[in-house]
Structure formats: C-alpha cells, structure tokens
C-alpha cells in the first residue's frame, strides 16, 4: 500500500500517530468543507412519509442545463471503480443495522451512541475487515475523538491534498447517494424523537465512509483521478435539451393560447355548494366531473388548508405532522373515538399485542419454521383469495379486525390552537382561497388520500402537503373552527361576513377509487336532504372520473364498470399500478377558477385558486409562489428525474424490490438506497415511458408588476427562475397581454 505518497511493505510497522498530526487542516476550514460536500444531495424521506424532493436540489444555484452535467459527473456514473464498490458494500451492511427502524428481531448493539462511535466499537470484530493484531486495528484505537478530527485523519492517511478536501468529501456521498441522501433527512429534516433514537451528524457519517475507505482502499485517492476523467456525452445532452425545449414550448403555447379565450363571468352566481380540494393534479380532472353533476364550485388550495398542525391519535399515541415539509407544525390536535375510549384503546392493544406475537415468530431465528408449518395451509388458502377475490379477502380482513377492535368514528378535539390562532389561520385560509364573500349554504374542505396493498410508495399517493399522509384531519379542523360563533364573529370585523345558514364541511377524496367520504356533523332534515343529493352527484362523478383515469392506464380497453375496476386496483395486492398519481403533471395555474374551468387540463396542472383584486399587498401571492409552488416544483422534479433515469434518481422496478430497515428501497439485498420513484409510476412498460419530462411552467393571473414586486423580494425565486428551473408566465388582467419572465428577469411580452 502506499501511505503519504510512500510504498509502504509492512504497515504493520507504521507509526500511528504520525498520520493523525499530519498536516492539520484548519478545523473550521474543514467545517466549511464537510458543509460544502453536502450541499450536492438532497434529501431522501423514509417509507411512511415519502416527500417529493428535486434530486438536483443541490445543483440548482446553476443554470438548469449546466446542472444536468453536472449531475451526469456525480450521479450516473456506470463503472465506479472496483474497491469503491467494495466500500459501498460493507457501508451498506452497517447503515442498513444502523438505521434500522424494527424489521431486524435483533438491533445493532451501541445504537445510542450514534453513528460513528457505535460502528468504532463495533468494527473491530468484523473480520472481514480488521484482524487481531493488524495495523487496521491499531490505527482504530488511535483515532481522535471528535468526527471532524477523524476526517482529518482519514484524509491524511488517503494522502488528499488540503484543495481537495471537500471533493473527496462529495466523491464519498455521491458515490453512495441513496444512503446520503437519507442521511441528510436524518440531519436537517426528521423531527426531535427520529433524531434521538438513531444520532447522527453530517460529519459523523462523513468519518464513518472515510474510516471504511481507509481501512479497505487505502490508494482511493484514485477517486479523485477517476472523477476527473470523467466526461459527460455533450451530445447526448444537448439532443436532449433540443427536443426538451421544444416540447415545453409546445407545451406552454397551447396551454397559453386555451387559457386567453376564457373570459370572466358577467356576474357573480352563489352556487348550491362549494368545494376546496388541493391542488393535486389528480383533483383537477374530479373538480370537471363533480361541476358536471351540478350547480358546484370548486376552488384549489394546498390539501393541509393553510394549517401548521401536527395530529396525535389518542388511541394508538401516534403523532405526526401534517403539514409541508417547509413548515414546523406549531399546534397539536388530538384524535379519539367519539365515545367509549376504554374500549377501543383495548381494542388496540389487543391488536398490536397479535401483531408482536407473530413478527415475534416470524423473525426469530427458530421459530419461522414452526409458524409456517402451523399457517402454512391457512397463509396459502389467504393468498389465494387475495389474488382472485380481493374484495373478499378485504372485507374478511375487515370482520376479523373488528371482532378484536371495533371501528370508531374520530372526533377532533382543537382545543390545542388557542382562540386568536383559530381566528387568524381562519382568515388566511379563506383570503389565500379567494372566498371571502359570496358563500354556498354548504362549503366543504375535501382532503385527499390513496388506498393501496401492499405498496412500499403508498404515502408518496398521499397528500404530500399533509407531509404523505391523508388530509381528511385538515379538512375537519378548519370546518370545525369555521362553524364555531366565535370565530365567525371575529371574522365579521375582518370584514369576512358568513351567512348563518352557511355550513362547513369536511371530506376527504380517495384517489385510487374516487370515493369521497363526508365527514358529517349536521342533522336538520333540510341539511340531510341537501347532504343525499351531493352524495348521489359524487357517485356520479366518481363514475366519470374513473372512466377517463382508466383511459389513461389503459387506452386500448373499455370498461363499463369503472367504479369496479378501480375498487379492484385498490385491493389487489398484485397491482404495481394501482393509479398515475402525479405522472404528467406539468403546470401550475394560479388565478380565478372562470380561467381554467372550461379548459380540459388533462389532468397535468396544479389549480390554486387566487383573487389578484383581492390581495392589495400582494401578500397572499408571496406566500402561493414561496410555498406551494416550491412543493409543487419538486414533485414535478422527482417526476422529471425519475423518468429520465429510473436507476440513478427513481426507485427502480417495484418486483424486484426489497424493504430495508422499514425506511427504504433496495434493489437486490445489497443495493444503495433508492430514493426517487418506481419505473411503473412513470414508465408505462420497461422501455415507454409515461410522463413527459417537462420544467414546470407557472401561469399567473394577476398583473406583472405586482409578481415582480414579490420575486424581487425573494432571493430563492430569483434563483430557480433565473437558472431555468421553471418558467414562470404572466397573464395580466390589467393590460390584457401575456408575458413570459427571461432568465434576465425581464418579463417578454408574448402577444
């Protein structure tokens, strides 16, 4: 091996502590360094609440064609060298024992104190890597205490020149991006209680790839050599950028073109009901078949309607946050049974207790042979029935689980948000929808959630603005605050007038089989009747939305019971593709509903209702263009990149799949963690793919001077702007012209 540039025969003889006073680097350099390393991965959300992230979120301070080479040195790179290989592989076995998050029956010893230190105790009795009485094992035990000083160690012994610290440090995320990114949630993203249970820093898990590669590659200064030669295909790239820049601008000019012809209504109509769904693209299509089957408005709004909250269940004790990723939950709501809470926690407890009884079996090292000889016949007989009758096998399932815990009806208690915050969060949620006057006898808050089985992706269906969870709960806080006297009164002196008779409800829309379900606390005969004529219109468009979401899984097949089929989706665990979800989704439409109400939108737009007449200081605007359009950018990021290559920032296939740790995707036992989407949400077979790579392009409606005021104010929108990650397009409703802002930040006029 070579050590300081020096062929060293017999390293058993080397003096250990020579290489860890060699060279220091200035400590807060190397900070700066260890920072700088890290700004090139985004994070990566665990299984049980998948976000959707831009991958090149670290990128995105370049121009957007330049990123993509840049990302083609880092990220898709082929042929790592061999003993990098080597060192990903022995990574991969301790982060995934690290990491664990209750799949193994037995935990990695030391966990608590945290990465780095628990691997330091624990690796020199792994004999495939270090051997009694080998130089690997004495230079362990002569490593510094902190992570930033065995960095610097490691570095030394690499023989890395100080100017290339912080590539070498990049090289070792970007090498193992999956397992970095979901670090780097670890560090910056996961709340205070995931932190405890699993410690981790950027420079811990910097220190412990560093000691890996020492102690398996010592010439790795190699990577730097081989990253160096590596060049990205200029022509591929700029073929692909071609015929990119062609389709957005095929794209935007009919969507521009549709959205001129529409013209606002000659007066204002108070319809018998309105709905606020999210701005999912999936709602979009259902808000064109709902309006069909009646006199409906619907409106958009981000699906956690404008709440910071997080939501803890009584009965079960979970608690989670359901709200952006962006946002810190600052109030807490509790959720229990409507009446006898006794019971329904034995219920629960009942059942987890079954539930630890067979994982229990399952994973103990002996006892897996006597559970499948003892269920074997039965697991047999329930497969088969979930295989052909998964109907029946749900509603099977569904009687054995309520013989142990009954089903409750939820009440949602919001004691936790005091009065003046219910007042405020009241009030701006209704300005940043637009619906300050003109209110329905019924106006009712529609959440949104998927149903699947046996999908490892199934919170990334979810509403990612309810950080991938349902957002049903949402929904029935604000109905509930909005019903409340109080809050109405003070919303009067707002100048925020509530007819008496007008109700708030709440609902919540299942995307896989476009069922919605009303959440329903009123019972006056004329209420109820209003009620059964709503419910019959949602039978009806559920019929026709699933009718055109069929068409687009399957345009050589007609169905005549699609309500049917898409129920099936939902229940058959063999289905890889039980739904599109966001796949094509392309644009965002910020304005009046009159604007795109008449437009078939495919089923490709974000809708956010907004009044430009009705936000004097643009302040409602500030918030759409800072917060859901940012949401919205990296959901059509992850689309775009996984699309573009499934294995390098999507997920891979899902039947080849393994879960790892409860937190991730791997291809194969020993892969790196995947951390984008699964080729079946976004191919529709192996070779085709589905969703069209497209930059998301923002339409506004309001004037350009007033969208300028806010960017001018916001360095970030500046940024992705300026650097072509989306196109942002004016549609002035005072000068009547379209414009489109350059790179330059100048508005173009178009017409």
Known sequence: MKFFGQEIKHPEKLDLHQFNDHAHHDIENLKQDIHSSWGKIAPTWPLKNLIAVNPLMGFDSLPFEQALVEAEKYFLQKEIPQQMLEVNRHSIKWLQAFYDQGQSSIAMPLRHLGLLHSTLMLLKHDRSLVQRGSWQQAWLEALPESAEEIIQSCLSFLNIEKDDYALMMTLMLTTLP????????????????????????????????????????????????????????????????????????????????????????????CPSAQWIFCIDVRSEPFRRALESTGDYQTLGFAGFFGLPISVRDQITDDNYASCPVLLKPQFEIQQSPCCDHEHHQRGHLRMQGLKRIYQSLKYNFTTPFNLVETLGLATGLWMGLKSLVPNLALKLKSTASQTIRTNFVNDIDISGIPLEQQINQSANALKMMGLCKNFAPLVIFCGHGSATQNNAYATALDCGACGGRHGGTNAQVLAKMLNQSSVRNALAEMNIIIPDDTVFLAAQHNTTTDEVEIFSEETSDHFAHNL????????????????????????????????????????????????????????????????????????????????????????????????????????????????????????????????????????????????????????????????????????????????????????????????????????????KQQYQLSQELVWTPLN
Not at 649 to 671: D, E, H, L, P, R
Not at 698 to 720: F, G, T
Request: hydrophobic fraction near 35%; charge should be negative; proline fraction near 4%.
């Open 178 to 269: 999956g397992w970095s990114a979901y670090t780097k949630y670890r560090c910056e993203w996961a709340d205070a209680a995931d932190q405890q249970q699993h410690v981790v820093s950027e420079s811990e898990y910097l220190a412990f790839r560093l000691l890996l590669t020492c102690l398996i590659w010592p010439d790795a200064q190699e990577l730097l050599i081989w990253h160096h030669t590596i060049s990205p295909n200029q022509t591929n790239q700029d073929k692909f950028l071609d015929g990119l820049h062609k389709s957005e601008q095929q794209y935007q000019h009919r969507l521009l073109n549709q959205l001129s012809k529409q013209k606002p209504p000659v007066d204002m109509h």
């Open 532 to 735: 059964e004529k709503i419910k019959n219109d949602l039978v009806q468009a559920r019929h026709k939305n699933s009718a055109w979401r069929l068409a687009q899984l399957y345009p050589q097949k007609s169905d005549a019971q699609p309500a049917l089929t898409t129920q099936h989706h939902a229940q058959d665990w063999a289905q890889v593709r039980p739904e599109w979800g966001l796949s094509k989704n392309a644009s965002f439409i910020i304005g009046p509903r009159w604007l795109t109400q008449q437009v078939d939108l495919e089923g490709r737009s974000f809708l956010h209702s907004y009044e430009w007449n009705e936000d004097k200081e643009a302040s409602s605007l500030t918030t759409i263009l800072t917060a859901p359009m940012i949401v919205t950018h990296w959901i059509n990021s992850q689309y775009f990149f996984s699309t573009l290559d499934n294995i390098a920032f999507g997920g891979g296939s899902k039947i080849s799949k393994n879960i790892t740790g409860k937190i991730g995707i791997m291809q194969g036992n020993a892969s790196d963690l995947m951390h984008g989407l699964p080729l079946q949400s976004v191919f529709k077979n192996d070779d085709e793919p589905y969703h069209e790579c497209l930059r998301l392009s923002v339409m506004v409606y309001a004037p350009h001077e007033m969208i300028k005021s806010v960017i001018d104010q916001h360095s970030n929108l500046q940024k992705l702007f300026a650097n072509g990650w989306i196109h942002l397009f004016c549609l002035d409703p005072v000068s």
